[in-house]
C-alpha cells in the first residue's frame, strides 16, 4: 500500500473507532441520563402512550387517565385535585413531574424493572402495558377536614399516626390543580403560568407542608420543656421555676414580658398552659444552645434529608448567641420549623417520646395487584424518655382541658386531646401579621394514638388581635383528630 493510500485508510479507521466509542459512550454512560432528560420528547410520548397507574387513598383512585389525541396518547387526571396535590404532585405532558408522581414515575409508567417480567409476558401476549399503583397512607377523612378547615386561608397541616410515622394528612393552601395543565395545549400553558410564584404571589404551587419553614412560635415550647427535663433543669412540672416577670434577656438590656397570665415563679405545667414566655426563655438559657440542639436534633431538626419519600425541608434550630438561644426557647429566635417537623414533636411526645419516621407510601403494586414492595415503619430516634413524655403529654392536656388554657376549641367529647397553641410574630420588627399555630395529639380510652397533627395558618385577611393558635389552628386541628378517630369506628 502506497503512503496516501495508508494515510487515508488509518483516517477512515480512526473515524471507525471514535464512532465505536461514542456509540458506547451514548448507550451505557448516557443512556439513563437521556432516557430520564426532560428535553427528550421521545421519553415524554412513551410515558404518556398507555395509562398511568393510579395513586391510591383508602382502597379508592384519586387519579386516572383519559386518552386524548396527537403524540401524547393519554392525559392524566385528579379526583379533587387541589386537594390532593400536596401529595401526588402534579404530571403534565408539557412541564414534566413533582412529588409522588416523579419519585415512583416508574411503577406508576410501567417502566420499572421490578415489572420487567410481567411487561415481556404482555409484549409476547400483545397485552398492552399497564402501570403500577401507589397505595398512600393517607386518610381522606382526615384530609378533607385539613383542606376544608383552611378554606380560603393561606397556611398547612400534618397530621402523623405517632405509632407507625403514617401521614394521615398533607395540606397547603392555596393549592393547584395539577388537571389544568396535564397537557401540552395552550390552554394548559395558560394554566401552568397562572400559579406560577411571580403572576401569582400566594405561590399556589409550594408545598407549604412540607417544604416551607415558619417561625415555630410557643409551639415550640414543647420542645423547650422536654429539654429542661431531661436536663435536670426541672424535676416537678409543679414546682415553681423561680423566674422574674419580665425576664432580662441576658447579655442585653432587652427585657422579655407575657401576652397571658401571672408568669412570676410560674411551674412549667402553668407555664405551658397560658403559654409564659419568661419561663421558656429562661429554661432555654439555663439549658444552653448546645444541649436546645441536641434536643431538637431528637425531634428531628437539623435534618437536611428527610425522605416522606417527598424532602421535607430542614427545620433547623442553628448555633446562637445567649440571648437568640433565650428566644429561640420560645419560638421567636433563629429557629424555623416545617408543618410537618412539629407534627412529628407532637407524634413523639403522644409516643412515648418514640420518633418514627414520617412516611407517605405504604406499598408498591404491580398492575395485577401484586405487591412489589411495603414500607415498614422505622423509629428515627428516642426523643425523650418515656419518664419525660408522660410528664409533657400531662402538661399539654392541661393546655386543652383547663379552664385557663389556652387551647380549649380542640376538645373532643370521650378523647383525651393534648395540644399547643402558637402564636409566632415574624417580618421587621414583628411588623407582619403573625402565624398561628397549633400541634396536638388525640389518645382514646384503650390507650391507643391514633393521630398527633399541626396546623398553621397564615391568615393576613384576619385583625392582628384576633389571630392566636389556639383560635384559627385549634378549631382546624380538632376536626382532623376527630376525622381520623371517626374514621376509624
Not at 393519554?74 to 401529595?87: D, E, F, I, S
Not at 393546655?399 to 383525651?416: F, H
Request: charged letters at 20%.
Amino acid at each position: 500500500m502506497n503512503k496516501p493510500l495508508r494515510r487515508i485508510a488509518i483516517f477512515c479507521g480512526l473515524l471507525v473507532l471514535t464512532l465505536l466509542l461514542r456509540d458506547n459512550y451514548l448507550q451505557y454512560v448516557k443512556a439513563d441520563s437521556l432516557a430520564s432528560d426532560t428535553k427528550n420528547r421521545r421519553v415524554n410520548i412513551t410515558r404518556y402512550s398507555t395509562p398511568r397507574g393510579n395513586i391510591v387513598v383508602d382502597g379508592k383512585a384519586i387519579t386516572g387517565s383519559v386518552e386524548t389525541s396527537g403524540d401524547y396518547k393519554y392525559k392524566r387526571t385528579w379526583t379533587n385535585g387541589a386537594m390532593w396535590a400536596p401529595v401526588t404532585g402534579y404530571s403534565s405532558q408539557a412541564f414534566g413531574a413533582n412529588q409522588l408522581e416523579k419519585l415512583e414515575d416508574g411503577i406508576l409508567s410501567g417502566n420499572d424493572d421490578q415489572l420487567f417480567f410481567r411487561n415481556t409476558l404482555d409484549m409476547i401476549t400483545g397485552k398492552e402495558k399497564e402501570g403500577g399503583s401507589v397505595v398512600t397512607t393517607l386518610n381522606a377523612a382526615a384530609q378533607k377536614a385539613a383542606y376544608t378547615g383552611l378554606g380560603d386561608k393561606k397556611g398547612a397541616v400534618a397530621a402523623i399516626e405517632p405509632s407507625t410515622g403514617k401521614i394521615l394528612a398533607l395540606v397547603s393552601t392555596p393549592s393547584y390543580d395539577p388537571s389544568k395543565f396535564a397537557g401540552s395545549s395552550d390552554s394548559d400553558q395558560a394554566a401552568w403560568q397562572a400559579v406560577q410564584k411571580d403572576k401569582d404571589p400566594d405561590n399556589p404551587m409550594l408545598n407549604r407542608a412540607l417544604r416551607e419553614t415558619y417561625p415555630p412560635g410557643s409551639t415550640f415550647k414543647v420542645v423547650t420543656a422536654a429539654a429542661a427535663l431531661e436536663n435536670g433543669e426541672v424535676d416537678d412540672i409543679d414546682s415553681k421555676t423561680d423566674t422574674p416577670d419580665p425576664f432580662p434577656l441576658p447579655q442585653s438590656t432587652q427585657k422579655l414580658g407575657n401576652e397571658h397570665g401571672a408568669c412570676e415563679n410560674a411551674t412549667l405545667r402553668y407555664g405551658l398552659m397560658v403559654s409564659c414566655n419568661t419561663v421558656f426563655a429562661k429554661m432555654a438559657d439555663n439549658v444552653g444552645n448546645k444541649k436546645m440542639i441536641e434536643q431538637a436534633n431528637k425531634f428531628g431538626f437539623n435534618e437536611a434529608e428527610l425522605d416522606t419519600p417527598v424532602r421535607a425541608a430542614e427545620s433547623v434550630y442553628p448555633e446562637d448567641n445567649q440571648p437568640q438561644n433565650a428566644l429561640d426557647g420560645i419560638g421567636q429566635g433563629s429557629n424555623r420549623a416545617t408543618p410537618l417537623q412539629m407534627a412529628m414533636v407532637a407524634s413523639a411526645v403522644a409516643n412515648d417520646g418514640k420518633l418514627m419516621k414520617p412516611y407517605m407510601v405504604d406499598q408498591l403494586k404491580a398492575p395485577n395487584l401484586d405487591t412489589l414492595e411495603t414500607t415498614e415503619p422505622q423509629q428515627l430516634s428516642q426523643a425523650v424518655s418515656s419518664k419525660t413524655a408522660q410528664a409533657l403529654q400531662e402538661m399539654m392536656e392541661t393546655v386543652v382541658n383547663d379552664p385557663q388554657g389556652t387551647g380549649g376549641k380542640a376538645k373532643i367529647d370521650g378523647v383525651k386531646v393534648g395540644g399547643k397553641t402558637g402564636t409566632a410574630q415574624h417580618g421587621l420588627n414583628n411588623s407582619e401579621k403573625p402565624y398561628a399555630w397549633f400541634i396536638s395529639y388525640a389518645k382514646l380510652s384503650d390507650g391507643s394514638v391514633p393521630v398527633a397533627v399541626a396546623v398553621v395558618v397564615e391568615d393576613g385577611a384576619a385583625n392582628r388581635g384576633d389571630i392566636t393558635g389556639g383560635g384559627l389552628a385549634g378549631p382546624i386541628a380538632r376536626n382532623v383528630m376527630k376525622a381520623v378517630i371517626d374514621s376509624k369506628k
